[in-house]
């Protein structure tokens, strides 16, 4: 039995060493050291070796390629899953600063309230997966609008989405949210046609200072924005129902607004849990109208 170990492939480190022993031997043959008949003999392992090390170079080249548009694919999906989930907006403070989303910010936001309208009472005459269709529709047409005006869709609450303006272009947020809110109201009609029910909304909108921060554990976390601005857009949602009004806002949200909109007072308040009335606003054409107008419970 031979005592030898069995040979292994060559590695890039030993054709290297090949190169330069043939190198140094191709030096010495023309120092007249070494015969011709021995140089040919080194050159030509030299060329296998470099034909060798060639298409090792090739096959690295190709995994490497592989796995970088793998790495590239995976990342993009990441990244759409992400935006799906939780906003671009907020996508995007997250990948900026992982760190800095756990911490608690201030930030001064303008917050929204959609609610479908006496849905309970159409709904229960539907099945489960036609309220889960008409739910899917419902999204459909009035994300549309939101994204079109830069809104990010916080959470979905059954039939009510919370919705937030501000993170981007926080000079333009109120008007780009009374705009959202508008052409929601102006395709309602249409969207009835579609799904074939009728579908009443109501808005809430209202402008203040949230907290902006990460809750949750290690295991199970989300981006949360809370704070008095919220629960008061919430209350101004659900005041359009006993107004008759689709779209109410505060005066906080009314000193927002830089465009000229034609605006009507509907007057003092009391809020649901608050102490001291509030004033609210609508927009003119919308008072009396029965295009939105938020009748019958949620």
């Avoid at 031997?25 to 034909?51: F, N, P, V, W």
Wanted: proline share 3%; hydrophobic share 35%.
């Amino acid at each position: 039995m031979s005592n030898h170990e069995p040979s292994k492939p060559d590695s890039g480190s030993d054709l290297f060493a090949k190169e330069r022993a043939t190198l140094e031997q191709a030096q010495t043959a023309l120092k007249g050291e070494l015969s011709a008949t021995e140089l040919q003999d080194q050159l030509q392992t030299l060329t296998k070796s470099y034909r060798k090390l060639l298409r090792q170079t090739e096959r690295l080249t190709r995994i490497s390629d592989r796995r970088q548009n793998k790495y590239y694919s995976v990342s993009n999906e990441l990244d759409h899953h992400l935006a799906r989930h939780v906003g671009e907006a907020i996508k995007d403070e997250i990948l900026r600063a992982p760190t800095e989303v756990e911490t608690i910010h201030k930030r001064q936001l303008v917050i929204a309230f959609i609610d479908v309208r006496g849905f309970s009472t159409f709904s229960e005459g539907l099945s489960p997966d036609a309220v889960i269709t008409f739910l899917k529709h419902y999204y459909d047409y009035s994300l549309r609008i939101v994204h079109r005006h830069g809104g990010l869709v916080k959470c979905f609450m059954g039939d009510g989405v919370m919705l937030v303006f501000g993170f981007r272009r926080p000079e333009t947020a109120a008007d780009r949210a009374l705009r959202c809110g508008a052409e929601i109201l102006e395709e309602l009609p249409a969207f009835r046609e579609t799904v074939g029910l009728p579908v009443r909304v109501g808005i809430g909108l209202h402008h203040g200072e949230t907290a902006v921060g990460t809750i949750g554990t290690d295991r199970r976390a989300e981006l949360a924005i809370i704070g008095n601005t919220v629960n008061m857009a919430a209350r101004i949602e659900s005041e359009t129902k006993s107004q008759g009004v689709p779209l109410l806002f505060s005066n906080a949200f009314r000193d927002q607004l830089k465009e000229n909109w034609p605006l009507h007072t509907v007057g003092e308040v009391m809020l649901r849990g608050l102490r001291s009335p509030t004033t609210l606003f609508t927009l003119g054409h919308l008072m009396g109208s029965a295009s939105g107008a938020a009748a019958g419970a949620s």
